[in-house]
């Protein structure tokens, strides 16, 4: 089990309110995997600093999560697959926490 | 020994370092402090203008590149444009 942290980049045109539980449903596979889901922060909507897919703003958020590798694996690959998503970035976050061996 | 010192033209070495805003660890997230390592074209910082430390720069350059992949910080931009 590591600790992750997970930033989206989400379609401005969704509805900030439905962020939260839309992000609810994909950390399901988290979840069920084992996996523990520490926080989920939605900054919010964002201007880009550069336009991604024609996009000049975007809704934020960030998850931390605390699972086995594959399971945010899988959780990257179905948020890629998502059309609302328009990015994604998976990191280790070894500071906050050392790694549990299992 | 005369080779060191003929390099020695600083007016005043060690400018700041600025990492030491009481930051420990530097966030990849922290979009505000990342901002002032970057040049108005968005280029990074030489370690000579910011003086830190080799550990410090490296660990600032990869938060910038992680933040830029994130469209937080802008990519350089070619020339002054107008």
Redesign the interface.
């Known amino acids: 089990m590591r600790h992750y942290e997970v ?1 989206v ?1 989400l379609d401005p045109s969704l509805d900030e309110r439905t962020v939260a539980p839309s992000l609810d449903t994909f950390l399901n596979v988290v979840r069920t995997s084992g996996g523990n889901v520490e926080k989920v922060d939605v900054w919010g909507r964002r201007r ?3 336009e ?1 897919a024609k996009h000049a703003e ?1 809704i ?1 958020a ?1 998850v931390d999560v605390f699972c086995d590798p594959d399971a945010v694996k899988e959780l990257d690959r179905q948020l890629g697959l998502n059309e609302s998503v328009l ?1 994604t ?1 998976v ?1 280790r976050r070894e ?1 906050t926490r050392t790694a549990v061996k299992a | 020994m005369s080779a060191t010192s003929a390099r020695r033209r600083n007016p005043k070495r060690k400018p700041n370092l600025l990492a030491r805003e009481g930051v420990a ?1 530097v966030d ?2 922290d979009v505000g402090l990342l901002r002032k390592f970057l040049s108005d074209r968005g280029k990074i910082r030489s370690r000579r203008v910011t003086g830190l430390t080799p550990q410090q720069q490296r660990a600032v350059a990869t938060a910038i590149k ?1 933040a ?8 350089p931009t070619p020339a002054p444009r107008r």
């Open positions: 930033m980049i880009l600093s550069y991604i975007g934020y960030v990015r970035k990191l500071d | 660890r990849w997230k992680n830029r992949e994130m469209a937080l910080l802008p990519y």
